[in-house]
């Protein structure tokens, strides 16, 4: 994936440790190892004995709607012009979304989409995207404007 690709792509959990989400994703890339799929995952994590085993004790990293908030805009700094997607399913993803040039929703997540309501964000189809943004472009970039993937296969095709 990331060798055909021509941006970065990070991973960025508050409730998934990186044995979780390593697991999680080699079985959708045939046990592809995480690090050859993506640039960073960042999250919290389980610590560690000297063997291999969890002690049972969580790392924190990644701190709530703010922590991501903030990862994300260090992520932003250090890229290179290019624009930023940040893909998101939960209410703790909504300020990077809005920080990123294009945020995604992806998932029905009803909580998001009723604070998404009450801060008037608009939510529209990512099959609109590049209609809307060119529209956008004329108008007002203060709209706060939110897309929405129905699977990650439309989010490959655009």
């Not at 697991?23 to 610590?47: A, H």
């Not at 002690?55 to 890229?79: D, P």
């Not at 990123?100 to 964000?121: F, H, M, Q, S």
């Not at 189809?125 to 993937?149: H, V």
């Amino acid at each position: 994936l990331r060798k055909e690709r021509k941006f970065e792509t990070h991973v960025l959990s508050i409730n998934f440790s990186q044995v979780v989400l390593e697991s999680v994703i080699g079985t959708f890339f045939e046990g592809e190892r995480t690090d050859k799929l993506f640039d960073s995952i960042q999250c919290n994590d389980l610590e560690l004995d000297e063997s291999g085993l969890t002690t049972g004790k969580l790392v924190n990293r990644v701190i709530g709607a703010r922590g991501k908030e903030r990862i994300f805009e260090n992520l932003q700094s250090c890229n290179k012009g290019g624009m930023t997607v940040f893909v998101g399913d939960s209410v703790s993803d909504l300020l990077a979304m809005l920080k990123a040039d294009v945020g995604v929703i992806i998932g029905k997540n009803c909580t998001l989409r009723d604070v998404a309501k009450i801060y008037r964000i608009e939510i529209i189809p990512l099959n609109t995207f590049y209609e809307t943004e060119r529209k956008r472009n004329r108008l007002s970039e203060e709209e706060l404007i939110l897309y929405e993937a129905e699977s990650w296969k439309e989010l490959d095709e655009l």
